[in-house]
């Protein structure tokens, strides 16, 4: 989807509905659309703030304009990369209110630039399991742990409104990047079939992702992403079937007209399918080219 023409609403206050208020941050680029949006919830004077984004004086200030006279009482963040949850320590500072939700990252492969992404200063004062909830006036929000997209990944349901904050899970604009180590596509999978059933069973009404537009049809939505993910596969299961390739080859086949500018994360895109069929038995490897097993 192409990104909509300026002016954007960086910094001003939206309500896309009554329990919760919506300030885009100013850190728009290829991988964030027209930025990162931090969601206030709450409007009886207790409120959580999910996803308080990136350190940036300017979003802070548009963050406690639009808090007003409110208490805080949890700031939430959905994943920790870095557009997402280095806001949380200093609106913490601001605020008084305990940093609450995914647990920090851990990182099990060390390799060059594995970390670049990530928010390594995060540090939550408690972490939120699949089930757990955090509750104020007039709002209860109950963590869904969904991991692929990051490992520590986690979705927000207002159980008051039927909304879900799906962070990157889930985006109102493009599919979500899965990258390596710590991205993993048959996590994402399962995650995506988990919301999939959550929406199928009346559980979730609308999605408020961390970028794009507010998402109305979740279900339908997701039973897409889903396809999308399998034809990428099937896609790559065809060819390699012709011929063993390397990843650099094989983007160009499969990402035609792409952004040059999203060329590598594309190529870990790739890379995340190819790891979960080789898990599944489905390809090995011998260097940098794949094939298909029986080959």
Same mark, same amino acid.
């Given at each position: 989807?192409?990104?909509?023409p300026k002016p954007w609403p960086t910094g001003k206050v939206e309500q896309p509905e009554s329990l919760v208020r919506r300030v885009l941050a100013p850190n728009p680029?290829?991988?964030? #659309?027209?930025?990162?949006?931090?969601?206030?919830?709450?409007?009886?004077?207790?409120?959580?703030?999910?996803?308080?984004?990136?350190?940036?004086?300017?979003?802070?200030?548009?963050?406690?304009?639009?808090?007003?006279?409110?208490?805080?009482?949890?700031?939430?963040?959905?994943?920790?990369?870095?557009?997402?949850?280095?806001?949380?320590?200093?609106?913490?500072?601001?605020?008084?209110?305990?940093?609450?939700?995914?647990?920090?990252?851990?990182?099990?492969?060390?390799?060059?630039?594995?970390?670049?992404?990530?928010?390594?200063?995060?540090?939550?004062?408690?972490?939120?399991?699949?089930?757990?909830?955090?509750?104020?006036?007039?709002?209860?929000?109950?963590a869904v742990h969904t991991p692929g997209h990051t490992s520590n990944h986690l979705c927000f349901a207002l159980e008051e409104s039927g909304a879900l904050f799906t962070?990157?899970?889930?985006?109102?604009?493009?599919?979500?990047?899965?990258?390596?180590?710590?991205?993993?596509?048959?996590?994402?999978?399962?995650?995506?079939?988990?919301? #999939?059933?959550?929406?199928?069973?009346?559980?979730?009404?609308?999605?408020?992702?961390?970028?794009?537009?507010?998402?109305?049809?979740?279900?339908?939505?997701?039973?897409?992403?889903?396809?999308?993910?399998?034809?990428?596969?099937?896609?790559?299961?065809?060819?390699?079937?012709?011929?063993?390739?390397?990843?650099?080859?094989?983007?160009?086949?499969?990402?035609?007209?792409?952004?040059?500018?999203?060329?590598?994360?594309?190529?870990?895109?790739?890379?995340?399918?190819?790891?979960?069929?080789?898990?599944?038995?489905?390809?090995?490897?011998?260097?940098?080219?794949?094939?298909?097993?029986?080959?």
């Open positions: 989807m192409a990104i909509p680029s290829p991988y964030t #659309y027209t930025g990162t949006q931090t969601y206030i919830v709450g409007n009886q004077g207790q409120v959580a703030v999910i996803d308080p984004g990136p350190d940036e004086p300017d979003h802070l200030q548009a963050l406690i304009t639009a808090i007003g006279d409110d208490k805080v009482i949890a700031i939430m963040c959905t994943h920790t990369h870095r557009d997402h949850s280095p806001a949380a320590a200093p609106l913490a500072k601001l605020t008084g209110a305990p940093i609450v939700g995914c647990a920090p990252l851990a990182l099990k492969v060390d390799g060059p630039r594995s970390d670049e992404a990530f928010d390594t200063t995060y540090e939550p004062d408690r972490v939120l399991e699949d089930g757990e909830q955090m509750t104020g006036t007039g709002w209860t929000l109950t962070g990157d899970h889930v985006m109102g604009w493009s599919t979500s990047v899965v990258i390596p180590p710590d991205g993993d596509m048959g996590d994402y999978m399962k995650s995506l079939e988990k919301l #999939y059933a959550r929406a199928e069973e009346g559980g979730d009404r609308v999605y408020y992702s961390a970028h794009g537009a507010p998402i109305e049809k979740p279900r339908q939505l997701v039973r897409g992403m889903m396809g999308h993910r399998r034809q990428r596969e099937n896609q790559i299961l065809r060819l390699l079937g012709e011929s063993a390739k390397s990843i650099d080859e094989m983007v160009p086949i499969m990402y035609k007209g792409l952004d040059p500018k999203l060329t590598g994360a594309a190529g870990m895109s790739v890379k995340a399918h190819l790891l979960d069929l080789e898990r599944r038995g489905l390809v090995s490897r011998s260097g940098d080219i794949w094939q298909t097993h029986a080959a």
